[in-house]
């Protein structure tokens, strides 16, 4: 619910013509909404270690809530456009 959250935000701020950079701040809220309770349990001994397989899903996960941010923020700028 939190993801759906920041994405509505975002999109509000792009149509309210902010700086495109909140996109960035609003990546990293949702990275950590994801990432919360695995990077939690990483302190703990029989969880699972930190692998280049983890690596590649955190990384990836990174880019994607990257792209879901500035596009939620291009849609709020397009719809301000074409409202006018």
């Known amino acids: ?5 920041v994405l509505a935000a975002l999109g509000l701020a792009g149509y309210a013509g902010w700086s495109w950079w909140m996109a960035v701040p609003a990546a ?10 695995p990077l939690w349990r990483l302190g ?3 969880q699972y ?3 280049k397989k983890i ?3 955190f990384v990836t996960g990174v880019v994607a809530d990257l ?3 500035v596009a ?3 849609l709020g700028r397009v719809l301000r456009w074409m409202i006018g």
Do not use: D
Not at 1 to 5: H, P, R, S, T, V
Not at 28 to 37: D, E, K, M, Y
């Open 1 to 5: 619910m939190l993801a759906f959250g």
């Open 28 to 37: 990293g809220l949702l990275t950590l909404q994801s990432w919360w309770v």
């Open 44 to 46: 703990e001994p029989e």
């Open 49 to 51: 270690p930190w692998s």
């Open 55 to 57: 690596t590649a899903y």
């Open 67 to 69: 792209v879901m941010a």
């Open 72 to 74: 939620a923020f291009g």
